[in-house]
């Protein structure tokens, strides 16, 4: 649900969602909402050196100041408009302007590596997994968080909102992404190589009990992604103005009394082992 990050073509898949204010808004909105489900146990110990892996506008990048304020957060974009965004929203930060694929660091020269919401938007994700692995010291740790659009279900039921929701998937396939690889973290990491991968459900519901989840997710999270893709889907000629009408329509109904909404985030941890194999400096 996040930029496309550290990339270029044609490892990158273009970014669906697109770099408008109104995105940029909507990531803030995110992270703010999921806070405390994603991140209350990202913890690092004081000291500790902390590479977060295409921090976009910075949005995740706050709560990781936040939440360990004496490790030292360097945090990499291949676009400079984002960077300039993160800079000037998070203070007390390395920056680095730079391509996923090939950073500018030495091997075994961070304690954790952070990836949050950036395999989705790539063409080539084990590559990437692959050559974090050699920034990390033996032993260190990466976390990595993404989610699944397939995980998504609401009541209401309706087939459009369902189409719509199939449309994002498509047009992010389409773009070389994976919507749906919240459910492919385990063999990812396994098959780059980490050991220890430990990868647990992060459930968002809401309903009327939880109206800032309503808020913040179903509304202003979700709804606005979805809804974010409608010019590409018309133009895909996927749909058409009155069934995405009725598709958002019916979303926004979810968030209303009686309505419920089900999404699900997959948060995976791993270690990097003693002896890694890799083949070159750029984990390719």
């Not at 970014?15 to 909402?33: F, I, N, P």
């Not at 938007?121 to 990595?144: F, K, M, Q, Y």
């Not at 098959?191 to 459900?201: F, K, M, N, T, W």
């Amino acid at each position: 649900m996040n930029a496309v990050n550290g990339t270029r073509e044609p490892a990158a898949a273009g970014y669906v969602h697109g770099y408008s204010e109104a995105e940029a808004r909507r990531l803030a909105d995110q992270a703010d909402t999921l806070a405390e489900l994603l991140h209350a146990d990202t913890v690092f110990p004081p000291g500790s050196r902390v590479l977060e892996a295409g921090c976009g506008v910075g949005a995740q990048t706050a709560r990781l100041v936040a939440g360990s304020p004496g490790a030292e957060i360097v945090a990499v974009d291949v676009s400079a408009d984002s960077l300039a965004q993160a800079r000037a929203r998070v203070p007390g930060v390395a920056w680095c302007h730079a391509d996923l694929f090939d950073l500018p660091f030495a091997d075994a020269s961070f304690d954790h590596v952070f990836v949050c919401f950036v395999l989705e938007h790539l063409t080539d994700p084990a590559r990437a997994l692959t050559g974090l692995r050699r920034l990390l010291r033996p032993g260190g740790t990466i976390t990595v968080i993404e989610g699944d659009h397939g995980s998504a279900f609401f009541h209401p039921d309706s087939a459009d909102a369902r189409a719509a929701i199939g449309h994002l998937v498509e047009l992010q396939a389409a773009a070389g992404g994976d919507a749906l690889i919240g459910r492919r973290l385990h063999p990812l990491l396994a098959g780059a190589g980490y050991a220890d991968v430990r990868v647990r459900p992060r459930t968002v519901y809401a309903d009327a009990t939880r109206p800032e989840l309503v808020r913040g997710f179903t509304l202003d999270t979700f709804t606005a992604m979805v809804d974010g893709v409608r010019d590409t889907a018309l133009a895909a000629g996927l749909t058409t103005p009155a069934a995405w009408t009725r598709a958002i329509a019916a979303l926004r109904r979810t968030a209303e009394p009686g309505g419920t909404f089900h999404y699900t985030f997959f948060k995976a941890t791993a270690t990097a082992p003693a002896a890694r194999h890799h083949g070159g400096t750029n984990g390719a």
